[in-house]
């Protein structure tokens, strides 16, 4: 049997990894006195794993029941930040990493995926992350050949950076 091995040599313990998300989800679903908060938390704890290992299909599965679980939830972390938001950021940024991955062979399904990223920055409520949605979503559609469309989200980028006097922002 080849046993794989990670960048540090060692032989990889992802079964492990793998096997604990797993039993943290059965174990979160038969908690009924949270209001699915251990649940949610278990699947976000598996959308990120899967991300780090570069999952982002099968990751976007487990955030998206991450943000639907923590919706209309007042849940926050240690630090007093919202689980919802958190959600919502998490989102962004492996939407904004599924787009990258298909920007070549399907454009469309790339700016699917910004226009995602866009509406779950706003929602994080994270305005810088919001301000490059919208600039990245302008240079997709330049680079498609919808001049309109573009200018529409580079706008709504630059009022963005006039607003928070972003001025490295503005020179994009």
């Known amino acids: 049997a080849v046993v794989s ?6 032989p990889s313990d992802q079964w492990l990894i793998d096997h604990f998300h797993d039993c943290c989800m059965t174990e979160s679903i038969k908690v009924e006195d949270d209001g699915g908060r251990k649940q949610a938390e278990a699947n976000f ?9 570069g999952d982002m299909s099968k990751a976007v599965e487990f955030l998206e029941k991450f943000y639907n679980l923590s919706t ?13 938001d958190l959600a919502a950021l998490q989102l962004y940024s492996t939407y904004t990493s599924l787009a990258e991955e298909v920007y070549n ?17 706003n929602e994080g ?21 919808d001049p309109e469309v573009a200018t529409m989200y580079h706008k709504g980028y630059l009022d963005r950076c006039k607003r928070d006097k972003d001025k490295v922002g503005m020179g994009k």
């Open 5 to 10: 091995t990670q960048s540090t040599g060692f």
């Open 45 to 53: 704890n598996i959308g990120v794993a899967l991300e780090k290992r």
């Open 72 to 84: 209309d939830q007042e849940w926050q972390d240690k630090t007093g930040d919202s689980l919802h």
């Open 105 to 121: 062979e399907a454009p469309s399904t790339s700016i699917e995926y910004l226009k995602k990223a866009y509406h779950m920055a």
């Open 125 to 145: 409520g994270n305005r810088q992350e919001a301000g490059m949605a919208s600039h990245r979503l302008g240079n997709i559609y330049e680079a498609v050949g």
